[in-house]
């Protein structure tokens, strides 16, 4: 016997029905494939096979949001109520979308949705993902087709289905200058963002811990290397360890962690002022206004904190005996140099922010575009190394970019602790490398530098995810 809306005088009740029987269809269709009950190892098994390894996470998240019972399996009652929680929010986000109330979804609503949260996409871009939802070829998609495509993708919205590509301050490669995440009212109403927030700052603790040795070796070139003092690599390791042992290695490390914490807070709360002030009427933050935003977080933080930033200079620098720790040397410069030592180089620190963090953004945006029209045919997520792989291009690039300031900053910082040293301007110096050494002698270190980027980004990785599972962030 054939079910029909037409017999039941209530069409609701009628609905459901129906619904409830796709359900059980699908319940029973898994369940007969995998021989009992649907757990996480075996489900992931079945997609694996079929859709490759880019659903491994997404079915692992399936059976751990439905499972009630915490015993790592799915009967149908759970089944079921996922299932209908899941239609309902996802019903929310096709209506969200759907700005003229159709019923469908075209590529400009799906254009203008998407901007309105601060990702411009192009038109092609745009029919690009409509085409991946549109089953019928229609360029454009009903309820049904919406449903079908992410029945089985725990993404409830859309700020969740793009998060994939947001770039995320998890890989720290020891500079600070990059723009600050951006957070959904989702995430800051629950706690999620000082979640994240504590598991980025736990990820840097460590990864500049285990590249302090090569930090060091770069600050101590961009000081003491020239043409006519040239510091290799082994060398210069050499003569550090033989001046104050092993443990050397790590001078000036403890205020480059401690600084993270101030930093990290800072710079969230002024982006967050800032990106107030520059959206109108409260609306939606364009990407050259975020550009802005982040630039202006950036240089408000730098500008409180920047004392430490001389004080690890100072201190990565120094020689054994010349300073007790991170307290007796901001006396010691205090009390020789006076207030304004702490704002050595403060110039070249605040421009460096705009190249660094204008080309990591540019680079990463079109890195992104590039792999997303190329590749993203059945799902926007382009796994953990690729997303690790742009990251690091587009922040290496950044370096690239503004290690010349970088350099003149830090020669500036350390002029005073040099014997003999002249005590020059920004200008004058830059004038002075170029003439002696120059325009290559603007990146002395940055070998040390560029080593330590795939370490530092692969050590953050790692305790940023351990970090999020240990605080109750699910992927």
Known sequence: MRLTVSKFKDKECASKLIRSHRYIIIFLVLSILIWGEICSSNLVHIFQESYGLCFVPLLQKIVSSGDSDKNEGLDFEEFSKYLKEHEKKLKLTFKSLDKNQDGRIDAKEIQQSLKDIGVNLTDRDAEKILNS????GTMSVDWNEWREHFLFNPANNLQEIIR???HSTVLDIGDSLTIPDEFTEEEKTTGVWWRQLVSGGAAGVVSRTGTAPLDRMKVFMQVHSSKSNKISLVGGFKQMIKEGGVASLWRGNGVNVIKIAPETAIKFMAYEQYKKLLTKDGG???????????????ATAQTAIYPMEVMKTRLTLRKTGQYSGMFDCAKKILKKEGVKAFYKGYVPNILGIIPYAGIDLAVYETLKNAWLSKYAKDTANPGVLVLLGCGTISSTCGQLASYPLALVRTRMQ????MAGSEQVSMSKLVKKIMQKEGF???????????????????????VYEYMRSGLGISK
């Open 164 to 166: 994939y590509w947001k």
């Open 414 to 417: 350390a002029q005073a602790s």
């Open 284 to 298: 939606k933050i364009q990407s050259h206004e975020r550009f802005m935003a982040g630039s202006l977080a950036g």
């Open 440 to 462: 290559f002698g603007l990146y002395r270190g940055i070998l040390p530098n560029f080593m330590k980027v795939i370490p530092a980004v692969s050590i953050s990785y790692v």
């Open 133 to 136: 939802i549109d089953a019928d």
